[in-house]
């Protein structure tokens, strides 16, 4: 049996974040990851200064793909606006890699079963035995299924469903070439759709399109995501974005930040997706999942119960007030309330 101070239930930023912070504090830990890295990782990719302070890091030493978006291209309610925008985003099957391998502890490719308490401590599947243990493993965490979900389970209204692709389309870097180079689009609740849709350019000539909304209000008026999907692809082609490409999206879910659910019983913690923690207007989850990673790391450290007081519940992303605001001056298209 390996036996360890920390076990780390899934490798994603949450996770690896939370190795990186332990390691250099000197706690011993390993990471279970059931996918093998780099892994494909469907995301918008947004990130915010704070990941990168968080993260110690300044962005031009990142040696991996990063956008630098020039413009956006806002759509909430009928109106439409065309803004200058300075965000970044990176591509997940990169940063993610980027992430765990930064961390430099053990990582072992396990698909986690079975989670008891004894002994002083947590044993997975027989094989690993930790004091400590963080679920780190997204909306289907094995670690939340087994200790949180009879504490306080998720509200159900937070659940959002996706349908996402990220593929390579030769999108120029240079808008003086194609215009629509490192332009992002928003298209928020288009015919009905309580959420949104999006497109970002990414470097190397990949772009990442999608669409998110809430399950619950979906399902009560009778509509698919799929359906929502359908009329992004057309739009993408009329607006001259994407042409003649043979789309294989994937579909995906994940809670929005609500109430927030018990994240520590015992010394078992949750961070990152399997926490509920993306921000409640945008669905951003990088940034939260990197700070909840640093806050575990720090509890355990410490001794110290964790709380999460101090990650935004809102996106912080540029001009998300002006969002806000055209949004509350067209009442009938605040859908996400």
Not at 218 to 243: C, F, S, Y
Request: aromatic share 8%.
């Amino acid at each position: 049996m390996i036996r360890t101070e920390v076990i780390i239930v899934g490798g994603g930023p949450a996770g690896a974040t939370c190795a990186w912070a332990l390691r250099r504090h000197g706690v011993a830990c390993v990471v279970l990851e059931r996918e093998l890295f780099p892994r494909v990782k469907l995301c918008a990719g947004w990130i915010t200064p704070d990941v990168f302070r968080d993260l110690m890091l300044d962005p031009s030493d990142y040696p991996l793909g990063l956008t630098r978006l020039k413009g956006l291209r806002l759509s909430v309610g009928g109106l439409k606006l065309r803004l200058p925008f300075r965000g970044m985003a990176i591509r997940r099957v990169e940063f993610d890699d980027f992430l765990l391998r930064r961390a430099d502890v053990p990582v072992h490719t396990h698909h986690v079963r079975d989670i008891v308490r004894r002994d002083g401590g947590y044993i997975i599947d027989g094989r690993f035995f930790g004091r400590y243990l963080v679920g780190a493993g997204g909306t289907h965490c094995p670690v939340a299924r087994t200790f949180f979900e009879d504490a306080k389970p998720r509200p159900r209204e937070s659940l959002i469903v996706t349908q996402e692709e990220e593929f390579l389309y030769q999108v120029s870097d240079d808008a003086r070439v194609c215009p629509r180079a490192r332009v992002c689009h928003l298209w928020f609740f288009e015919d009905g759709l309580p959420g949104y849709a999006w497109y970002v350019p990414k470097v190397g000539g990949y772009v990442n399109v999608g669409v998110g909304g809430k399950a619950v209000k979906l399902k009560a008026r009778g509509d698919r995501i799929q359906r929502h999907w359908d009329r992004l692809v057309l739009h993408l082609e009329a607006l001259n974005l994407v042409r003649d490409h043979t789309y294989a999206p994937k579909g995906h879910a994940y809670y929005l930040r609500g109430p927030m659910r018990q994240i520590q019983v015992g010394r078992a913690f949750l961070v990152g997706d399997a926490a509920g923690l993306a921000t409640a207007n945008m669905g951003e989850g990088i940034a939260p999942a990197i700070r909840s990673g640093l806050l575990v790391a720090d509890a355990i450290v410490s001794g110290r119960d964790v709380s999460f007081a101090d990650i935004r519940r809102w996106s912080q992303l540029p001009l998300i007030g002006r969002l806000l605001a055209a949004v509350r001056r067209q009442p009938r298209a605040l859908v996400l309330s």
